[in-house]
């Protein structure tokens, strides 16, 4: 079975500061890791995806998330963090066709970025 | 162009009423997926369809819940008997294909509510 983690249920930053939100993973077989971000009343949006190659991954409006396979961990980074940042993230994992393609999320972190 | 949609945003029933959830897809995607996002969660695998066929339903939680998908876009989430746990956000999302590279594109999801 695939299991995704996230640790934090809030990251609390200042804005121009840099934001991390953490994501580890448990799965029998090669990963495939995205990272959503869900605004309210909205439907959750893609930010960026790690599917091979290289492991640092950049993705939408300055974000990107560094794979290691070895702490099985996928955080997403931001270098200055904006008020229009603040949201809830969601880390996902796909093992391909053994897991039927279906995403398996974490339970979320709620990011607050303060002016 | 225009992405997932779904129909209604919003439904509030009586516990043991039955209810219909439509979504539209993105277009010429041919997979289909249906999530439920609990109150504080992440979202949970229903179903996914490949066409019109439901190629892994092993997410549902039992059988008063269906979906189908006749003509290989429109699909519909069936909930017979509804019961108050049944409240949740029902997300929808399609992508280009079934494969596990791809991302996936959300709808912004229907609240129900099972009074």
């Known amino acids: 079975a695939q299991s995704v983690a996230q640790p934090e249920d809030q990251v609390n930053v200042a804005e121009g500061n840099p934001l991390t939100v953490k994501c580890t993973y448990s799965?029998?077989?090669?990963?495939?890791l995205f990272w959503y971000v869900q605004y309210p009343n909205r439907g959750l949006q893609f930010l960026l995806k790690y599917i091979t190659g290289d492991n640092l991954v950049k993705g939408s409006y300055g974000f990107e998330a560094e794979f290691n396979k070895s702490q099985t961990s996928f955080h997403l980074k931001k270098p200055s963090a904006l008020v229009s940042d603040s949201a809830l993230y969601f880390c996902?994992?796909?093992?391909?066709?053994?897991?039927?393609?279906?995403?398996?999320f974490g339970g979320g972190t709620r990011v607050l970025v303060k002016p | 162009g225009a992405g997932v949609s779904q129909t209604p945003s919003n439904k509030v029933t009586e516990k043991g009423k039955y209810v219909e959830l439509r979504c539209d897809p993105i277009?010429?995607?041919?997979?289909l997926y249906w999530y439920r996002q609990s109150l504080g969660q992440g979202p949970e695998f229903l179903i996914y369809?490949?066409?019109?066929?439901?190629?892994?339903d092993s997410g549902l939680p039992n059988d008063r819940f269906f979906a189908v998908r006749p003509e290989g876009s429109v699909s519909t989430l069936k909930i017979q008997r509804t019961e108050r746990g049944d409240s949740a956000v029902y997300l929808c999302?399609?992508?280009?294909?079934?494969?596990?590279?791809?991302?996936?594109?959300f709808g912004p999801g229907t609240r129900l509510t099972v009074l």
């Open positions: 277009s010429g995607h041919t997979a």
């Open positions: 369809f490949q066409g019109t066929g439901a190629a892994d």
């Open positions: 999302a399609s992508s280009p294909t079934s494969g596990p590279i791809n991302e996936q594109f």
């Open positions: 799965v029998s077989g090669n990963p495939y």
């Open positions: 996902a994992v796909r093992v391909g066709k053994a897991a039927g393609n279906k995403l398996t």
